[in-house]
């Protein structure tokens, strides 16, 4: 038996070696022409596998990870043969020419390395037929590509929305494509193929890294760290193909070359699409601004960075008409446009190869020696700011930016990153100094600053992202360089788990633990999901003279009997697993304030939180916050389907999260005076963003939008051609605003000296409340950075952000923004967290 099975294996192997190329075509391995039907994953994937089995000198195949869904992450490499027999010596001097390898490394010829990424919207489906294609052709075509080339594929990098989409559609496809747009085949059900699990758009995360997927992704880029990046998408089924140069606005760190290899590529693309007559723009719609797509993140990492559309989407299927263009356009035919949008790129970068090797080393070598930007450290104050400056070093540490303590005391004249006005501050020995003399200054300078030049406010996605915003964490920029004594390597101690304080007490009282950030928030989830009894002071005291404000975690050892001698060891270790530093004491008496028996000392609920998905609720806001519950903190939800919802399901819920989106049909008055009833018996409603919409102007909801503006003569008179431009003058594009938080009400604990700020991406205005309280406010000063339409930011002044109207027993908490945006906006999380469990 064991014979027969090994002679099998040997007739197998000889027989594909010997095989004639054709059959290792998509179309012979698969069964099926391209683009006749959607190839599922796991068929994408053994397409590769026997690519690389059959051409073992020319191919690799490597799987750097798994999605959430635990489908395998891959890439695969292509090269001369070569190239891949010293492919490790390569990759180790290539990136010892960025100064991130240190140390000796044999250089030799030095070929340009593509990294080519498809489908990381999941419904853009023809990307991964295309990578299919363009591999193949890679091994069959002109070798001298691969001479000159490393090539890296990543055929998909959202395996979990491409099969949500694919699984999808070849269920709902019959044997002849339904080409009429209203066919079933072209409206897919909520939410879509485009995101991953959790419903994050992964092309929004690059920078930010929120996401398993991009984290894994990400660290697999940095040790290539390739030459050029191309990421495949597709748009509106309507339109027909983007490829570079890119669109207004550039960030101003783009430097001159980037912007002509733009040029370069565009002009390679051109010939094949016009030899073609296949229709297609540049130049417009895809600009290079925010830094966590999958252009703008690999170009502050020195590549060349750029976005390719195909027209199609989540919508065209295999087969759709458009009776406005004349034509039906095929999945055939968007696999052959992104084939040869692929072929042409390479074409281009094969034949400037000694150039974008040089460029890309000066690069490296100018931020090493010369960082751009008049800063030359940045500066991170991190006392009162603890639980934010370990989030802010673990997003440091993701991006491989060097960091350290500044371990001195000294004065400086420094720019505030926050209110961009020079001062004369101090700084403290174990503050964080990051210096702008290293190779990812580039993303170190363009994720700092507060509010980068927009040298075109019609920009595609949000103008500010300072990381002091983001981490609410005072950030200064000095322009001297702080020179090695004072600069420290990487302090390790922030954010790694801290050793379990010892009790001070063999025996303590109670445990207090300050309320400060999402690691406290993660501390309190795992105490409740140990069933602890956990408390809260909700007014502040001084022990041991230390001062803690209302907020504070109380963790007693009355009312914990259950857990015996196991209690302090339970306490300790989960503060340990959070890096959060308890203070163990021996009585309930304070020196001043509320003693630990007060009945200002009381009890939080393990509560049971409920949140509705469905249509017409925002994919990625609901995905923010079930991804926050889930993996963020790691405490139970309850997920809903809204179109099925039922008021009876609340009777087993506490808290319900309405996340953005229109809920005008869930809410019918029979429904709403049913919610009413539940919240008046103790429930607790969380609406969100546009949530709003279904309260505003209600009866029984002290809700109420700002009066509509008057509009002016000149609005009347406008051109037409201005109509875009005119538009955004009543937008704010991600615009960031200072929140005045009441920070004595339980939604504001822990930011008493802080700042939260808000990422403003609708104008809201929304009036105060007139009874309830006005927990979160925009005053007529709160506006800081990014950008905001002139009309936009007369609306924003004095505008409710986050109001609380009490009904019975319960309550009810308007929130106009989104502090869990995309994931990645660390100063909200706290807040939302107060939102849900005070
Ligand atoms: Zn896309």
């Known amino acids: 038996m064991k014979i027969f099975f090994l002679f099998a294996a040997f007739l197998l192997t000889t027989g594909v ?18 683009g006749s039907r959607f190839t599922y994953h796991h068929r994408i994937l053994d397409y590769f596998r026997q690519l690389s089995d059959t051409h073992r000198d020319r191919v690799k195949l490597m799987e750097y990870g798994r999605s959430y869904e635990d489908r395998p992450l891959v890439i695969t490499v292509i090269s001369s043969a070569g190239n891949m027999s010293r492919l490790e010596d390569i990759r180790k001097a290539h990136l010892a020419g960025t100064g991130l390898l240190q140390g000796e490394t044999r250089r030799g010829e030095r070929p340009a390395i593509a990294w080519l990424s498809y489908n990381i919207h999941g419904d853009e489906a023809a990307s991964s037929e295309a990578a299919m294609q363009l591999a193949y ?3 069959e075509g002109d070798q001298s590509l691969l001479e000159n080339l490393v090539v890296i594929i990543d055929p998909c990098s959202n395996p979990d929305g491409h099969s949500r989409y694919v699984n999808w559609y070849n269920q709902v496809a019959g044997k002849h494509p339904g080409s009429l747009p209203s066919a079933r085949e072209h409206a897919q059900p909520w939410p879509g193929g485009r995101y991953n699990h959790y419903a994050f758009d992964l092309n929004r995360d690059w920078a930010w890294q929120v996401q398993k997927e991009s984290q894994q992704r990400t660290a697999l880029y940095s040790r290539w760290m390739p030459h050029l990046h191309a990421d495949f998408h597709e748009m509106g089924a309507g339109s027909t193909y983007y490829f570079p140069p890119a669109a207004r606005p550039f960030h101003e760190d783009i430097t001159p070359w980037q912007r002509e290899f733009n040029d370069i590529v565009g002009e390679y693309n051109r010939k094949y699409f016009d030899r073609n007559n296949w229709l297609y723009f540049t130049k417009t719609s895809y600009d290079l601004f925010y830094p966590s797509y999958g252009d703008t993140w690999p170009t502050f990492n020195g590549a060349i960075g750029m976005t390719f559309e195909q027209a199609g989407g989540g919508r065209a299927g295999l087969a759709l008409a458009r009776p406005e263009a004349g034509d039906t356009i095929t999945l055939k035919d968007r696999i052959a446009h992104h084939v040869a949008a692929g072929r042409a790129t390479l074409q281009a970068l094969a034949a400037h190869k000694e150039k974008v090797v040089l460029e890309f080393e000066l690069f490296f070598k100018k931020a090493r020696q010369e960082p751009a930007g008049k800063y030359r450290t940045y500066l991170v104050k991190t006392k009162g700011f603890e639980a934010a400056a370990e989030a802010l070093a673990r997003f440091l540490d993701k991006q491989q930016i060097s960091y350290g303590r500044s371990g001195e005391r000294f004065a400086a004249q420094a720019t505030d990153l926050i209110s961009d006005k020079t001062v004369k501050i101090s700084f403290d020995p174990e503050d964080l100094v990051i210096p702008a003399f290293q190779p990812r200054s580039r993303l170190l300078k363009v994720l700092m600053e507060s509010s980068p030049l927009l040298e075109d406010s019609l920009t595609y996605d949000i103008t500010s992202w300072g990381l002091g915003y983001v981490f609410g964490i005072p950030v200064f920029g000095l322009e001297q360089k702080r020179e090695g004594s004072a600069y420290q390597p990487a302090d390790k101690a922030i954010g790694s788990p801290v050793e379990a304080a010892a009790p001070s007490a063999s025996k303590p009282y109670a445990y207090l633990a300050r309320w400060e950030g999402s690691r406290d928030l993660r501390f309190l989830s795992d105490l409740l999901n140990h069933k602890v009894l956990v408390r809260t002071a909700n007014s502040g005291f001084e022990m041991e003279g230390e001062n803690f404000p209302p907020g504070t975690l109380v963790i007693l050892r009355a009312g914990n009997g259950g857990f015996g001698e196991r209690f302090d060891k339970i306490i300790t270790g989960l503060a340990g697993k959070h890096a959060v530093s308890l203070l163990p004491v021996a009585t ?38 079930w991804h926050f519950f889930d993996q963020e903190i790691g405490y139970p939800l309850i997920v809903l389907n809204k179109d099925n919802f039922e008021p009876s399901y609340l009777d087993q819920v506490d808290v319900l999260v309405l996340a953005d989106g229109n809920y005008a049909s869930l809410l019918t008055d029979e429904r709403m005076s049913q919610l009413t009833g539940w919240i008046s018996k103790g429930g607790k409603l969380i609406v969100m963003e546009r949530a709003l919409e279904a309260f505003a102007g209600r009866k029984g909801f002290f809700l109420k939008r700002k009066p509509g503006e008057k509009r002016e003569t000149a609005d009347l008179l406008k051109p037409y051609a201005d109509k875009s431009r005119e538009s955004i003058r009543s937008e704010s594009l991600g615009g960031i605003f200072e929140v005045t938080l009441d920070t004595t009400h339980p939604i504001g604990y822990g930011y008493a000296g802080r700042s939260y700020y808000s990422s403003v991406r609708s104008v809201y205005d929304l009036e105060y409340l007139t009874e309830g309280w006005n927990v979160g406010y925009l005053n007529s000063n709160a506006y800081r950075g990014g950008f905001v339409g002139e009309k936009a930011k007369t609306r924003l002044k004095n505008t409710l952000i986050i109001g609380v109207q009490e009904i019975g027993k319960g309550k009810i908490i308007y929130m106009a923004d989104n502090p869990l945006f995309r994931g ?4 909200g999380k706290l807040l939302f967290g107060n939102a849900v469990f005070r």
């Open 17 to 34: 070696n010997r095989a004639h190329a054709q059959e290792l075509s998509p179309a012979a391995f698969l069964g099926y022409e391209p």
């Open 824 to 827: 990645f906006w660390e100063n």
């Open 588 to 625: 309930g008496l304070v020196s001043k304030g509320i003693d630990l028996g007060s009945d200002q000392v009381t009890v939080l609920k393990p509560v049971k939180v409920a949140l509705p998905g469905g249509a017409a609720v925002s994919p990625t806001a609901f995905g923010a916050v």
């Open 137 to 139: 052709e890679l091994l």
